[in-house]
Nanobody, 128 residues
């Protein structure tokens, strides 16, 4: 059974940084792309960043480009999201997602597709 566990959320002030981590278990994730999504109160879940199975390809939502960086450590089955220069608009519950197709297409990395594999989420709150 696939399990994804996010951690690293918290309360920070605008301009500060946070690093989120997602620990995956239940299968070997080195052949699967992974992504981060977020959901703010009253809004739909939205794509934040995606990373290819090899780690060579990454893609970001325009709203976070240049501030966030997604990385993965396939040996440890983890994917991380370094978030810098945080803004109040970044306040949301952040979720990790893992592709269900090995060596998946760029559509997943670009947030055009998700799987049913979600973590429980971690809250990020940015105060002004």
């Amino acid at each position: 059974q696939v399990q994804l566990v996010e951690s690293g959320g918290g309360l920070v002030q605008a301009g500060e940084s946070l690093r989120l981590s997602c620990a995956a278990s239940g299968r070997t994730f080195s052949s699967y792309a992974m992504g981060w999504f977020r959901q703010a109160p009253g809004k739909e879940r939205e794509f934040v960043a995606g990373i290819s199975w090899s780690g060579a390809g990454t893609y970001y939502a325009d709203s976070v480009k240049g501030r966030f960086k997604i990385t993965r450590d396939s040996a440890k089955n983890t994917v991380s999201l370094q978030m810098n220069s945080l803004k109040p608009d970044d306040t949301a519950v952040y979720y990790c997602n893992a592709d269900d197709r090995p060596y998946g297409s760029s559509s997943y990395v670009r947030g055009g597709r998700t799987s049913d594999y979600w973590g429980q989420g971690t809250q990020v709150t940015v105060s002004s």
